[in-house]
């Protein structure tokens, strides 16, 4: 069938994007996006390949970046982004997480993972690399959330050596999005789908 050999080109390039951004190609990330829009984004006119499947209802994907926020008083805001800091700078967030769960691909898009300035979905993460960040388009005035996710949180030092480095913390949606990419991988309802 045309459309699990679409799936299965898509399952392919995401392997391989996080092979390369593992190997220091972090923009791959943007590829990542891409095919997880294809995957799973549905409007009006345009159909996701699981939509288009009717596997939209009957897979569960991995989720393992759940937020639990604690209350908070009056005039503070809470920050929760999920990165890892080391001394080379911003990784992928490691595979070892203890809150992993099984999500419809509804929930899972729809999911909380990141809260800044404003909240951010997995969706709006992946729609703003593939659609505004240069993915598949680029726009040249993007939404205030992909500045927001572009920008970043400030500065990172670390001192290798005796040498300072100082690093922006900037395009923090990218480890991410290669998290994102790990939870696809090990989805095994939506691999199964290839016959794998």
Not at 99 to 122: A, P
Request: charged share 25%.
């Amino acid at each position: 069938m045309e459309l699990i050999e679409k799936l299965r080109s898509h399952i392919s390039f995401i392997i391989r994007s996080c092979e390369l951004y593992d190997n220091g190609h972090t923009d791959e990330a943007l590829r990542i996006a891409v095919s997880l829009r294809v995957m799973f984004y549905d409007t009006e006119n345009s159909h996701s390949i699981i939509n288009q499947l009717n596997k939209k209802e009957n897979i569960n994907l991995l989720s393992t970046l759940s937020i639990v926020l604690p209350e908070l008083e009056d005039g503070f805001q809470m920050i929760h982004i999920p990165i890892m800091l080391t001394p080379m700078g911003v990784d992928p967030i490691p595979d070892n997480l203890d809150q992993s769960k099984f999500l419809k691909v509804d929930e899972w898009w729809n999911e909380v993972v990141m809260i800044q300035l404003n909240s951010f979905k997995r969706k709006d993460i992946i729609l703003s690399a593939a659609n505004q960040d240069g993915g598949a388009h680029v726009d040249i005035e993007p939404s205030k959330k992909t500045v927001e996710l572009k920008k970043g949180v400030g500065t990172f030092t670390s001192n290798i050596n005796g040498i300072e480095i100082k690093q922006n913390l900037s395009n923090h949606h990218f480890p991410l999005i290669r998290r994102f990419g790990y939870e696809i991988l090990n989805s095994k309802d939506l691999i199964s789908l290839l016959g794998i």
